[in-house]
């Protein structure tokens, strides 16, 4: 998730945000990994359920909107690719898009996987923040 959040950095997570609410476009979540259940990982939700992602060459669309992502910090020229965001399902990229581990390499990620919304990097001390979700990002998508 870099730059937002470096690695070895401690983060706290609401546990209960999304059982009041579901998660939306721009929220940091931390989730259990796809390809084995026992790892963490932590993501920014781009698509939601019924959403249609189109990603390629450095630029991702969500419906047909091309998103101005000024938190990512170095792109990757990708190969272009189409998803359609399946019921019970979230599109989640790393904010440091070089890294692909994300729903480019498996898919779109089950919610029953998220484990909660990234609300504030607490260690290193010297790097206390809240997490944004950059909403501003994603106010023209519908």
């Known amino acids: 998730m870099a730059p937002t959040?470096?690695?070895?950095?401690?983060?706290?997570v609401n546990h209960i945000s999304y059982l009041f609410s579901r998660p939306q476009r721009g929220d940091a979540v931390v989730y259990h990994y796809p390809l084995n259940i026992n790892q963490d990982s932590m993501g920014r939700v781009i698509g939601l359920?019924?959403?249609?992602?189109?990603?390629?060459?450095?630029?991702?669309?969500?419906?047909?909107?091309?998103?101005?992502?000024?938190y990512v910090k170095m792109s990757v020229n990708f190969e272009g690719r189409e998803w359609v965001v399946p019921a019970h399902a979230y599109f989640v990229l790393n904010d440091n898009r070089q890294v692909n581990d994300d729903s480019r390499n498996w898919g779109a990620l089950d919610q029953n996987y998220i484990i909660g919304k990234a609300i504030l990097v607490y260690w290193p001390s010297s790097d206390w923040h809240f997490i944004n979700n950059y909403s501003d990002v994603f106010k023209q998508v519908k």
Not at 5 to 12: D, F, G, L
Not at 54 to 64: E, R
Request: net charge negative; hydrophobic share 35%; charged share 15%.
């Open 49 to 70: 359920p019924g959403d249609h992602i189109k990603i390629d060459n450095q630029h991702v669309w969500v419906n047909d909107v091309l998103l101005n992502e000024t």
């Open 5 to 12: 959040i470096q690695n070895n950095s401690y983060v706290m």
